[in-house]
């Protein structure tokens, strides 16, 4: 399109689950489709940016006109950010797994004898959003975008997010009962930042991320 607002910018996307090992054959993961992601990816190109698409496993093409890095775990997933950076903008809409197995087996789980199932030691992942939010003000991204998705109080959770995350905006969406939001085509959203909320009318994954791609250019453009 004519709108290329964000030409000389350069943009950061998370998108997809992660995929942690518990030993060679078998991991943790969520069911994370990766759209919403991989369409603000494709909407910041479609304005001119220059975007690094970061992905967990998902079955989507790679958005043209976007340099997309593949990657399985959350370790891998912040390191790819990181050198990604310099950036102007981050959007972290990855599920990333919380956890991750303190050590994965070597080899393949074995069911012994007496079939005693095993114990998996679980450690926490580096949380990316709230890393690449707290990146000294020379290196961070001047607009840090991450999701929530909640199920109930959303905009109070969603405020307690921002603090906690560090981050400029929460996109939250309302999950559960009711809601398509994990894998389908819809999303219902609110942009929360520290002292607004704005409710978008439910739209197509792609419609919500040019219109947040549009809302990012506007607050690049004066700031
Ligand atoms: O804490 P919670 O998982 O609800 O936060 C969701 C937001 O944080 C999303 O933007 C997600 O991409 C990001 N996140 C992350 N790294 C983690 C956990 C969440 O970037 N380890």
């Known amino acids: 399109p004519a709108d ?33 992601g991989h369409a603000i990816a494709a909407a910041l190109a479609e304005l001119g940016a220059a975007v690094t698409l970061v992905t967990g496993p998902v079955t989507l093409a790679d958005p043209p006109g976007v340099d997309t890095r593949h990657v399985e775990t959350a370790e891998e997933m912040l390191a790819a950010c990181r050198a990604a950076l310099p950036a102007d903008i981050a959007v972290c809409a990855a599920a990333v797994s919380d956890w991750r197995a ?20 679980l450690v926490a992942n580096p949380d990316i959003l709230a890393t690449l939010a707290g990146l000294p003000a020379d290196r961070r991204p001047a607009l840090v975008v991450g999701f929530a998705a909640e199920t109930d109080h959303l905009l109070e959770h969603a405020r307690a997010k921002l603090a906690r995350k560090g981050c400029d905006w929460i996109i939250a969406n309302q999950v559960g009962p009711g809601t398509d939001t994990f894998g389908g085509p819809d999303n219902t959203v609110h942009l929360i930042d520290a002292a607004d909320m704005e409710s978008w009318p439910t739209a197509a994954k792609t ?17």
């Not at 607002?5 to 943009?11: H, N, P, T, V």
């Not at 050590?103 to 095993?118: C, H, N, V």
């Not at 419609?207 to 700031?223: G, M, S, V």
């Open 207 to 223: 419609e919500i991320a040019r219109r947040l791609a549009r809302r990012i250019a506007d607050h690049l453009e004066t700031r």
């Open 4 to 36: 290329q607002r964000l030409r000389g910018r350069r943009a950061i996307v998370t998108s997809g689950p992660t995929r942690e090992p518990l030993d060679p054959v078998r991991f943790l993961s969520n069911q994370s489709s990766g759209r919403q």
């Open 102 to 121: 303190a050590a994965p087996a070597p080899g393949k789980l074995k069911k012994d004898a007496d079939a005693t199932p095993p114990r998996l030691e």
